[in-house]
């Protein structure tokens, strides 16, 4: 029997309704666009107070300096060849610092990841702790704990090593459970059955599951640590980023430098990035087809 002490709404009324919540909707939409905008003037205002310069006077001379070291760079282009191979060494640092650092972070990131997934975790009383860990090191940046580091252990490449691994353990660990949430728990469950120990059950009912995708997700980080391991060469940390930094403060005769940096940085991204996009294509889309 049905509840008739309450009759149904009819069409009108949850139309009216419905034009209801679409007004509050737009309402609130619009008082936090106002909300932001007023922050963004606002701050804006702040950064003009405090700058020694002003925006809007020296926006005339926005491109005086991108022309002038491209004017520098076209009259020196037979130098170029000689630049790529002098700052060579400096590209292999960078690479190399992204590379450790991808390797030590992917490791890392495993472990946390299945440390702080439910269905795989050693200890499920601690999913918590290893998920805020892993919040905390992907919320620092690399910068800031590049900074400190240099100041402890001095300038050079271990500290943005270390900075990069540190932050790469974090972003990887987050995408790593999420890919183990999608994993079938059948296999672990049979393992256990038999007697099989914790690691086990991960490295051989989880890990042929989620291997493809973790590695993907590598490559992937990877490509975003060679960019992360340049921008930290600012500070002292080594690589091109220095080279490029020491470039830059010398200024005229010196722009030819900064732009065979720039050059050879752009091409090493390019190249790391068709190969690891390929190789991603291969892990993913290959290993679903030959399921």
Known sequence: MTDISHPTQTLGEIRTGYLALVRQRRLYSFVAIFIFAALMISGFNLA???NGGSFWGGIDNFFDYPVEVIAEAAGKLDEMPGHFVNFFPALVETVNIAAVS????ALLGILFSLLSTRGMAR??????VFRRAMDIMRAVPEIVVALVLIFILGGGPVPA????????TGALGKLFSEV????????????????????????????????PNWLSYALLRFEINIRA???????????????????????QGKLDDAVA???????????????????????THGSAGQQ
């Open 123 to 128: 200890f499920p009383a601690l999913i918590p």
């Open 180 to 211: 183990n949430e999608n994993a079938s728990l059948k296999p672990v469950e049979g393992l256990q059955s038999v007697g099989a120990n914790w690691w086990q059950q991960m490295l051989l009912g989880v890990v042929p599951q989620v291997a």
């Open 102 to 105: 991808t390797l030590i972070g």
């Open 161 to 168: 090593m270390i900075a990069i691994a540190i932050h790469t």
């Open 48 to 50: 003009e107070g405090r």
């Open 229 to 251: 391991s340049a921008i930290l060469g600012f500070v002292g940390a080594g690589g091109l980023g220095y080279e490029l930094k020491i470039a830059i403060q010398w200024g």
């Open 261 to 283: 940096l720039f050059l050879l940085l752009f091409i090493t991204i390019i190249i790391v990035d068709q190969v690891s996009g390929y190789m991603r294509g291969k892990l």
